[in-house]
């Protein structure tokens, strides 16, 4: 990578965290090309250099989220066998999303538009996704779940994983702590189903 190319990806990197402060503070809707650019040292129009639009830093911000997740999970994770891993990556998703409510909000409730070729449906998987998918083939290799149920028992968790932190976030519903039980209980239910 020579120096321009280092200088390119380091101001880029400066409006990302901009943006990503922002919505942080205050929201997605509240994230404007001119706050980023002065929050970045630059000015506003200088981010046109760098993104399409506005979603399209919101896309490399997204990217930026799903990797701090998958961080804050690893670094949470405790238990060696694998389904009890499973059971910790489930309520520790939900802890980190929980906490980090703008970042959900951004990532999978807000209306961005179709995204760019690397997070276009079916070509991004983030680390996390990685993370589950490899614990779940364990459980098969170890004859704990059929291998052919991996992919419903990860739609089954993302989408019910996803609903409760929507609830959660939306209405706040119940406890965090009984949610996280519950997300516990439901994963285990899975994998249980998982072996017929």
Not at 104 to 128: A, C, H, M, Q, R
């Amino acid at each position: 990578m020579n120096k321009k190319e280092i200088q390119r990806k380091r101001t880029k990197k400066y409006f990302i965290d901009a943006a990503k402060e922002i919505i942080e503070k205050k929201g997605v809707k509240n994230v404007t090309a001119r706050e980023v650019g002065k929050k970045a040292g630059y000015s506003y129009a200088t981010i046109y250099n760098y993104f399409d639009d506005l979603n399209d830093l919101f896309f490399c911000c997204i990217d930026d989220y799903m990797e701090s997740c998958y961080e804050y999970i690893l670094s949470n994770l405790e238990s060696k066998d694998p389904v009890k891993r499973i059971t910790e990556m489930g309520s520790l998703y939900f802890n980190y999303f929980s906490n980090n409510p703008n970042q959900f909000n951004l990532i999978f409730t807000e209306e961005l538009g179709k995204p760019k070729e690397k997070l276009d449906k079916g070509k991004y998987i983030p680390s996390v996704g990685f993370m589950l998918n490899d614990a779940l083939n364990l459980c098969s290799d170890k004859g704990i779940i059929k291998k052919e149920n991996i992919q419903i028992i990860t739609d089954l968790m993302v989408n019910f994983i996803h609903g409760k932190l929507l609830f959660f976030i939306k209405r706040e519903a119940k406890d965090l702590d009984i949610i996280k039980k519950n997300i516990e209980s439901e994963i285990l239910f899975l994998i249980k189903k998982g072996e017929n």
